[in-house]
Antibody, heavy 121, light 109 residues
Framework: EAQLVQSGGALAQPGGSLRLSCAAS????????MIWVRQAPGKGLEWVSY????????YYVDSVKGRFTVSRDNAKNSLYLQMDSLSADDTGVYYC??????????????WGQGTTVTVAS | EIVLTQSPGTLSLSPGERATLSCGAS???????LIWYHQRPGQAPRLLIY???NRAPGIPDRISGVGSGTDFTLTISRLEPEDAGVYYC??????????FGGGTRVEIK
C-alpha cells in the first residue's frame, strides 16, 4: 500500500526554523513528483512547494520564497521541507502529496497524514 | 494568475439528495489539468476526479465531474453521510504552484 508518513511538525518561535519530513513506502518514490500543501486553522488548502524527480524543477508560492527549501532524497525515499524565518502566518497543518509523473492523472493520489506547525512565542 | 472560484460556499442537504458543486476559472484552462479533491474533517485531502471528469480509483460512480473552458461541475448523486466535508477544485500546472479553489463545504443533515 502506498503510504507517506510525515514528521517534524512542532511549536516554533517567530523567526525560528523547522524541518518537515515525509517518508514514502509501498511505491517507487523516485517516479513521483511531490508537493507540499498547507492548511491554516479553519482555512482552505494552499499550495506551498513543488519538486520534480530528480530535483531539477522546484517551485514555491511567493509567500515562502527565500524562506522555505524543498528537497528530496530518492535513495532514502524521503521528501523534506526546511522552513526558516517562520512567522505566525506559517501556522497550520502541512501535507506532503505526490503523483507518478507519467500518470494520465494530474491529481495527487498519495497524501501524507499531515503534520502541525505552530509558530508562536 | 488563474483564480478558481467555487460555489456555493456551503451546501446543507439530506442523505439521498443530489449535490451540485461549481468551480469557475478566471480564464479558460486545459480540462486535463482540472482536479477535484475531498477532505473529510481531520483528514488529508483525497483525490476524487482528474481531467475534469475521470474518477480516481475507488471513487463510486455516484460522483461525477464535467466541464471545460472556465466552468466545471462536481455532482454527487444520492448523498451519503461519508460525503460530508470540503470539496476543492485545483488546477495542475507545470509552470509553478496554483491556488486551490476556496472550497465548498457539504453538510449532511
Amino acid at each position: 500500500e502506498a503510504q507517506l508518513v510525515q514528521s517534524g511538525g512542532a511549536l516554533a518561535q517567530p523567526g525560528g526554523s523547522l524541518r518537515l519530513s515525509c517518508a514514502a513506502s509501498g511505491f517507487t518514490f523516485r517516479n513521483y513528483e511531490m508537493i507540499w500543501v498547507r492548511q491554516a486553522p479553519g482555512k482552505g488548502l494552499e499550495w506551498v512547494s513543488y519538486i520534480s524527480s530528480p530535483s531539477t524543477v522546484i517551485y514555491y508560492v511567493d509567500s515562502v520564497k527565500g524562506r522555505f527549501t524543498v528537497s528530496r532524497d530518492n535513495a532514502k525515499n524521503s521528501l523534506y521541507l526546511q522552513m526558516d524565518s517562520l512567522s505566525a502566518d506559517d501556522t497550520g497543518v502541512y501535507y506532503c502529496a505526490g503523483r507518478k509523473f507519467w500518470s494520465e492523472s494530474f491529481g495527487m493520489d498519495v497524501w501524507g497524514q499531515g503534520t502541525t506547525v505552530t509558530v508562536a512565542s | 494568475e488563474i483564480v478558481l472560484t467555487q460555489s456555493p460556499g456551503t451546501l446543507s442537504l439530506s442523505p439521498g439528495e443530489r449535490a451540485t458543486l461549481s468551480c469557475g476559472a478566471s480564464q479558460s484552462v486545459n480540462s486535463n489539468y482540472l482536479i477535484w479533491y475531498h477532505q473529510r474533517p481531520g483528514q488529508a485531502p483525497r483525490l476524487l476526479i482528474y481531467g475534469a471528469s475521470n474518477r480516481a480509483p475507488g471513487i463510486p460512480d455516484r460522483i461525477s465531474g464535467v466541464g471545460s473552458g472556465t466552468d466545471f461541475t462536481l455532482t454527487i448523486s444520492r448523498l451519503e453521510p461519508e460525503d460530508a466535508g470540503v470539496y476543492y477544485c485545483h488546477l495542475y500546472a507545470d509552470s509553478g504552484p496554483l491556488p486551490f479553489g476556496g472550497g465548498t463545504r457539504v453538510e449532511i443533515k
